[in-house]
């Protein structure tokens, strides 16, 4: 009985010890979100998710005329960056853990009213040169990577729904080739 009970112990002890580390992580854990949580700027909070039909009224608003007027969202935009030139590749993200983590969030990113979807034409179109009907780069619009792909799927699939009218190149055909009857006669 005294062994069975020693085993016991010596068990119950190497549990606690196992236990004690993670037990700690999890507190120091929780009392990190309780910090972050009291850091937060209303202005910079990103974890609201804005629907789309709130986004398109907003394009149409006296709010937007205010704020952007004739301009194209990003036309005023500018980037900060070190030395003479900007670097090629514009910041991957402006939004970490659900809040802007930069001074200077890329034109999508500092308007929380601007979504990028297919639906939301007037915001895509744009971005969309009026000379090519090519997507504008992001060094010149300024977007970071992840807003200038989701962009680029917004695009792709307004011109599959038929929300944004592209050109197609006119091609004459010689039908001759394909109508053996007209060939003949
Ligand atoms: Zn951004």
Same mark, same amino acid.
């Given at each position: ?57 907003? +394009?149409? *608003? ?13 036309? %005023?935009?500018? #980037? &900060?960056? =070190? ?15 659900? +809040?802007? *983590? ?13 979504? %990028?979807?297919? #639906? &939301?034409? =007037? ?63």
């Amino acid at each position: 009985m005294a062994l069975s009970f020693n085993v016991r112990s010596v068990v119950r002890r190497l549990v606690l010890s196992d236990l004690r580390p993670t037990i700690r992580f999890y507190s120091d854990q929780q009392e990190g979100s309780n910090e972050e949580q009291k850091e937060i700027d209303p202005a910079k909070d990103r974890t609201k998710i804005i629907p789309v039909e709130t986004s398109i009224k907003y +394009m149409q *608003s006296k709010a937007y005329q205010q704020t952007y007027g004739e301009n194209t969202v990003w036309a %005023l935009y500018r #980037r &900060n960056h =070190k030395g003479g030139f900007a670097p090629r590749k514009t910041r991957k993200s402006c939004v970490r853990n659900g +809040m802007i *983590s930069t001074g200077n969030p890329c034109p999508i990113c500092r308007d929380e009213y601007l979504v %990028l979807d297919h #639906r &939301n034409t =007037k915001l895509l179109e744009q971005f969309i040169s009026e000379y090519t009907g090519q997507v504008l780069d992001a060094f010149k619009t300024g977007l970071c990577q992840k807003k200038h792909k989701e962009l680029l799927v917004a695009i792709e699939r307004a011109w599959d729904h038929g929300h944004i009218t592209y050109d197609v190149p006119f091609r004459e055909y010689d039908y001759s080739l394909y109508n053996k009857k007209s060939n003949s006669v």
